[in-house]
């Protein structure tokens, strides 16, 4: 385990702290240098960095915070079949499950009674795992090409996975085990999120710039528009106000009021810091443009977290102003990212 100080592009600067910082624990998936990158949200310093498996990719982590479950989808051609599992109160590795016959692990949500349920996209799988004994518990099948994210409804009755390769989206029954039907929803279906109140299921369909708004009770699509710019990752805002997406071509954040579904801002990551001169944009001074895809809404509403895996940094959004206030500097190519309420010491 690795202990490093405080990286942030604002406090290297010597500007400001930023005031009503959120806190607790993020914990990011560098891909390629195969870490998990463990910050303290307060002072936005990685405090640890400890090893996973091959090509880390998503992470969910325990309603008590106290543990973090990461996916390796493995790299090079080689696809991964194990899920590392954190202790981060002892910020260590407890243990790696080995999911024997399921392969490329990605899209991860955690359950009740410490068990987990990952898509296996080499066998077009949802599978559910115990994380004490390691058995993998259920197995739905979706024979959808490259299921990739998955997402829950809040009562954990129903998971919905977007399928990459096939352009859709597959629910389950979690309850009857049940494989209810795929609904195609646009070309490279990944990004997915259900609304707080569970009614409504968003897909980011970046190929065709696209977002469908599925009906989560009866699958039928409700509504869709454009979003330019590959929109890649979606995610709600805790109160269910607006709906986050990462663009991967265009480099920015849109913000969509979900009542309305209109664009209500579009966040630039490679505009300055507060305080930083207005022509030190990031492409400026680190020679590329950032292109991002993870995201992660803090529990508090207040701060926004977006994984670039193109220059190694996760930007730092606060929701007053929709405006980038610091950076952190990462691992290799990070992505997925999960929080804790736990505070690290």
Excluded: C
């Amino acid at each position: 385990m690795s202990r490093l100080l405080p990286v942030t592009v604002a406090l290297l600067l010597g500007l400001a702290p930023i005031t009503g910082q959120s806190t607790g624990t993020l914990i990011i998936l560098n891909k390629n240098a195969n870490t998990a990158s463990l910050v303290d949200l307060a002072s936005l310093a990685i405090v640890a960095t400890l090893p996973t498996g091959a090509g880390p990719h998503e992470a969910a982590s325990s309603p008590d915070g106290n543990w973090a479950v990461v996916t390796n989808y493995g790299t090079g051609g080689a696809p991964g079949n194990s899920l590392t599992l954190i202790n981060l109160a002892n910020q260590s590795i407890f243990r790696t499950h080995i999911m024997w016959n399921y392969h490329s692990p990605h899209g991860i949500v955690y359950l009740p009674g410490d068990k987990v349920l990952v898509t296996a996209e080499a066998e077009q799988a949802l599978v559910r795992v115990d994380l004490g004994s390691g058995d993998v518990e259920q197995v739905l099948i979706s024979d959808q090409q490259m299921g990739h994210m998955v997402a829950l409804t809040p009562d954990g009755n129903r998971a919905f996975v977007a399928n990459m390769g096939s352009g859709s989206v597959t629910a389950f029954d979690l309850l009857a085990g049940a494989n209810l039907g795929s609904i195609q929803t646009g070309a490279g279906a990944e990004g997915i999120d259900v609304d707080p109140s569970g009614s409504e299921v968003w897909v980011a369909n970046r190929d065709v710039d696209t977002i469908t708004i599925l009906d989560a009770a009866d699958l039928t699509v409700k509504d869709a528009f454009q979003s330019t710019g590959a929109p890649i990752r979606v995610k709600f805002t805790p109160d269910g106000q607006y709906v986050l997406l990462s663009n991967l071509r265009s480099g920015d954040v849109a913000v969509i009021a979900a009542a309305t579904r209109t664009e209500v801002a579009r966040i630039d990551l490679n505009s300055p810091l507060p305080g930083e001169p207005k022509r030190r944009t990031f492409e400026a001074t680190h020679g590329q443009r950032p292109a991002p895809v993870g995201i992660l809404i803090h529990p508090d509403g207040r701060t926004v977290y977006v994984a670039t895996p193109n220059v190694d940094r996760v930007m730092v959004i606060s929701t007053a102003t929709w405006q980038v206030v610091a950076r952190i500097t990462t691992g290799d190519n990070p992505d997925g990212m999960a929080y804790s309420a736990l505070v690290m010491k």
